[in-house]
């Protein structure tokens, strides 16, 4: 049975004692008789974990970010369903985990309307909902626009303020604002002309020790601020029009960084993600939560905040409870694990395999098992250029930048180029397992080591109950192959710098 809510009440209920309760405020205060919030949702493009100022990175500035998690919850422990951008978004907007959307689970791919979107949930109930720049995608989204009435993510508006133009003041408002930054391609040098002081950056350890590289974290770290600032503006807007107390803020990222073993893995560099929430009507300020969550978990909480019943299709779990209390560090016990999955990113591998690399993982608070369904293939895609299904492409599930040439043309250099390149390019065993406690960058696989048996037959098996309670096809259906790596895919892919890409779109 579906849930009800926080009010208890079903959507009909909701929406009549709504539209009993409208009062139309004066143009300079636009406070909603109902108790139900706005709610402005702002999302990155390839910014992860830990890269704000809340969290102690000390180059980067984020003020917004850092005045959302002052003023609300900071959630320590955020993760994303997939870190590719098109399944993460499915599975924000649908609130389920990617493996169960299909097609919708692969980069460059298509959302059955099947699915339903907490945007339209909530239009449905009386939201005026819309959004601006990068939401749902990439992909082709002709089907939503031709048989379900729109957009995944509601209207496309130039802006916030011309989104707030047409917003009717007697209707609650949902808007997705969201950014290009601080997706590839970056302005070199951009960081360090801003002032960025390189030596200060704390390079993932997974990295060798090069300027080069620091100086890509930079221009990185530039863009990351653009966005803070697109947040920033749009926080004084709403204070402006004395709306911003009376609306639910979140703000994160879709994925991690877009650098070798960051973006497409499971690691923490590459799954984890910056997640501030701000409801001062709700929610005790200055709180921080260790609580393990998912960014499945948006969309019921969204719905849930509205007074709305939950989907029984959502696999994501509403946080009105963590929000709502007062309580820092872990707010409810049972959330001590969450699980990721990536299916096929580029169609990057050798001769005519068009499949991804399927991966799945269950991530503690000590331990990180990941579970590799394709040994043989290239977990980043081949290096070998010539031979790839997509022409030309090169470590295809890795974005062209600074930091990937310097790591391939140094593998050589020395023990450390050599070992920190194998950990991003080359393959790997069926299965990786990782002791936080000992090992908290996530570099040394313990999965074959004797002591850790017990340990990882435990996580194998809460994984696997998970992804089959899910009805996840890498456990469920022999045909998962067909399922996601015969889908058709709608991009482009890094090229070798000596492949004639002048014409070729850059991969979203």
Not at 28 to 35: C, G, I, V
Not at 95 to 119: C, E, F, K, V
Not at 266 to 294: C, E, K, N
């Amino acid at each position: 049975m579906a849930q009800q809510g926080i009010y208890g009440m079903n959507n009909k209920a909701v929406l009549i004692l709504f539209l009993l309760g409208l009062a139309i405020s004066s143009p300079a205060n636009f406070t909603l008789a109902d108790d139900r919030p706005n709610i402005l949702f702002c999302i990155a493009d390839d910014w992860g974990w830990p890269h704000a100022g809340a969290y102690g990175d000390p180059v980067v500035k984020t003020p917004a970010f850092d005045r959302i998690a002052k003023e609300g919850v900071l959630f320590e422990n955020a993760y994303i369903s997939s870190p590719s951008c098109t399944p993460s978004r499915n599975a924000i907007l649908t609130g389920q985990y990617h493996w169960r959307l299909g097609h919708g689970g692969n980069l460059h791919s298509i959302l059955d309307t099947q699915h339903q979107t907490y945007p339209h949930l909530l239009a449905e109930s009386g939201y005026f909902t819309g959004h601006w720049r990068k939401s749902w995608g990439p992909g082709k989204v002709d089907n939503w626009l031709q048989t379900s009435g729109g957009h995944p993510a509601g209207k496309r508006y130039p802006n916030f303020n011309k989104f707030l133009d047409a917003w009717p003041r007697d209707q609650p408002f949902c808007f997705w604002l969201g950014a290009s930054d601080p997706h590839r391609g970056y302005k070199l040098n951009s960081g360090r002309e801003s002032g960025m002081d390189l030596s200060k950056i704390k390079l993932f350890d997974h990295y060798p020790e090069s300027e080069t590289i620091r100086s890509d974290v930079a221009d990185y770290y530039f863009e990351v601020q653009r966005f803070d600032s697109d947040v920033n503006q749009a926080l004084a807007k709403l204070e402006s029009l004395n709306l911003l107390d009376s609306t639910l803020v979140v703000m994160t990222g879709d994925h991690g960084m877009p650098f070798p073993r960051c973006k497409s893995n499971l690691y923490d560099s590459g799954a984890r993600v910056p997640m501030a929430v701000r409801w001062p009507s709700r929610i005790a300020p200055g709180r921080q939560v260790t609580d393990l969550v998912s960014t499945t978990d948006l969309a019921p909480t969204f719905l849930a905040a509205a007074g709305l019943p939950i989907p029984d299709s959502m696999t994501g779990k509403s946080w009105i409870n963590i929000l709502t209390s007062k309580n820092s560090g872990r707010v409810e016990a049972a959330r001590d694990r969450v699980f990721t999955g990536k299916e096929r990113h580029v169609p990057c591998q050798e001769g005519d395999d068009s499949g991804g690399t399927p991966m799945r993982a269950i991530r503690t608070d000590q331990f990180l098992l990941i579970h590799n369904y394709r040994p043989d293939r290239w977990p980043s895609g081949t290096p070998n250029y010539k031979l790839a299904n997509l022409p030309g492409c090169w470590l295809g599930d890795c974005d062209n930048g600074p930091t990937k040439t310097y790591m391939v043309e140094n593998q050589n250099k020395d023990a450390e180029h050599q070992l920190k390149y194998n950990l991003a390019f080359a393959k790997r065993p069926e299965w990786e397992l990782y002791d936080l406690t000992q090992d908290p960058s996530q570099l040394v696989n313990v999965a074959d080591e004797k002591k850790y048996q017990d340990i990882k037959l435990e996580l194998i098996e809460s994984l696997k109950s998970e992804l089959i309670s899910t009805a996840d096809p890498r456990e469920t259906d022999q045909n998962a192959d067909q399922i996601f790596d015969q889908s058709q895919y709608f991009g482009s892919g890094p090229r070798h710098p000596s492949f004639n890409n002048k014409k070729k779109k850059p991969n979203r």
